[in-house]
């Protein structure tokens, strides 16, 4: 075992016994502090957290009067557990128990990191471009183009400049498509944007079409595609200097029924809110309108999916991302630790009532009511002539069955050398790993690991949860 590995190792097996340490104190508060009224706290603690889930249900699945109260009991919820630790004079152990308890998984997810080896992205040098040519979108991101002095820095470093200007009414929208083509056709020997997720998708599959390098600039509002490469999201001008100093990830490319994306296609309720022209004015008034029909609709009228060999049916939402999440969970503040495994990751959702919420809350995507898997494949059916389908947040209606697919490695990204970088994704809490590693015993298997396709990459990328003592983690390098 090479030092660092030695290092990494003692660093990990110190986190993991504090972490147990840690979740002793916890309970020692709960138990030997307050006695048996300690059994409270956790007991209280999660019918809150059950109620508010529930109460959080019938404010989105319902109207009228049924809303008003479960937003109620949203609110009130964790003020009547506070009211039940002050009164029983839990309070104070409730509150040490709980900094206890979060010491005890920041320490465990630290442990995990430790012995996580990260597989990163391979980069290489390439030659630098001759006739790059970049499309930007001035609106993107709230005039990012122009606060960032992009088009300047752009030209300075040798580029052509393509601004998508406001179409007069009676010429359309500009045809982002073939204005990259035509750049193409002129000799372009590398294609890139500035702008929305939606824009990127579009040139990055004319890129990927004839072979060009593609160089990504964050001036979208998300820009959740530069942020899994590992860009700079806070200054976009700095993703430019790929221009001059720049190497090359392969990253794949998903397709939906033809249409290239990024990030993620949706299925289901979030497209269908989407599709409304006042979305973009009142998101939340119109998800708030549109979500009882969509929850509590037909059942006959939901979605039926096939990924791979796997069936899912009666989904209320699905959503099939280019390359799996960290977690599974792109719903939270997940991202892709890596863009070029060959994988759709696929979520489902389907979620009847107070009940299947709250188990939700409780356990996330263990839930019953969530399916977390991966694919080559996903094959969308419905019950209708069209459906809604939201490809990178842009609205589309398609005529089921919808085919999602993933082209490996079919778009060369040019990057900057130097750049902020995706930070380390904290790999699932197991606090059998973590007990294994308190005290000195091989690490066993994560549980997550029977939940995803048995492919060659997933293999691969099993490996990085080893204990680095173990050779097949040296053989990394």
């Known amino acids: 075992m090479s030092d660092p590995d030695g290092r990494r190792l003692t660093r990990a097996r110190a986190l993991a016994r504090l972490a147990l340490l840690c979740a002793a104190g916890a309970v020692a508060v709960l138990l030997v502090v307050v006695g048996h ?71 465990a997810r630290s442990a995990l990191r430790q012995v996580r080896r990260p597989r990163r992205m391979h980069a290489h040098r390439t030659s630098r471009p001759l006739r790059p040519v970049l499309i930007m979108n001035p609106r993107s991101g709230g005039g990012k183009v122009a606060r960032f002095g992009l088009v300047e820095k752009a030209e300075r470093l040798g580029a052509r400049v393509l601004l998508l200007e406001p179409s007069a009414a009676d010429d359309g929208p500009v045809d982002v498509s073939a204005l990259a083509r035509q750049a193409v056709a002129d000799g372009a020997d590398l294609l890139g944007v500035a702008g929305g997720d939606g824009t990127q998708a579009l040139v990055a599959a004319v890129a990927a079409e004839h072979g060009l390098p593609f160089l990504v600039v964050s001036a979208g509002t998300r820009n959740h595609f530069a942020m899994d490469l590992g860009l700079d999201r806070a200054d976009p001008s700095r993703c430019l200097d790929a221009l001059e100093d720049g190497e090359e990830l392969r990253v794949d490319l998903g397709t939906v029924a033809g249409h290239p994306f990024v990030n993620t296609v949706s299925f289901g309720a979030y497209a269908e809110i989407v599709q409304s022209p006042a979305y973009r004015d009142a998101k939340a008034g119109t998800a708030l309108e549109a979500l009882p029909d969509l929850l509590l609709g037909d059942p006959e009228g939901r979605l039926r999916a096939r990924a791979d060999d796997r069936s899912l049916d009666g989904q209320q939402a699905l959503l099939v ?8 969970d792109p719903l939270t503040a997940g991202r892709r630790s890596r863009l070029d495994r060959g994988l759709l990751g696929v979520l489902g959702i389907r979620v009847d009532g107070p009940a299947q919420a709250a188990e939700v809350a409780l356990l996330g995507v263990r839930a019953s009511g969530l399916s977390t898997l991966t694919a080559r494949q996903v094959v969308v059916h419905a019950d209708a002539p069209t459906i809604a389908v939201a490809v990178d947040g842009e609205a589309l209606r398609m005529t089921p069955p919808v085919t999602c697919t993933v082209r490996p490695g079919a778009l060369r990204v040019r990057v900057p ?61």
């Open 321 to 328: 991302s280019n390359n799996p999440y960290s977690g599974g």
């Open 417 to 477: 050398r130097h750049r902020p970088g995706a930070p380390v994704t904290s790999p699932p809490l197991d606090w059998r790993r973590i007990v294994a590693l308190a005290l000195g015993r091989p690490l066993p298997q994560p549980r997550t690991a029977a939940r995803t396709a048995g492919t060659a990459a997933e293999a691969r990328d099993s490996k990085d949860a080893q204990d680095p003592s173990t050779p097949e983690e040296n053989s990394h390098g």
């Open 37 to 107: 009224h300690g059994v409270l706290v956790p007991v209280v603690g999660l019918l809150g957290l059950v109620l508010a889930a529930g109460g959080a249900w019938w404010a989105l699945a319902h109207r009228g009067v049924r809303r008003l109260a479960g937003a109620l009991v949203v609110l009130g919820a964790p003020v009547a557990v506070l009211v039940v630790y002050a009164v029983t004079g839990l309070l104070l152990a409730a509150f040490g128990a709980l900094l206890l308890w979060g010491a005890a998984l920041t320490c």
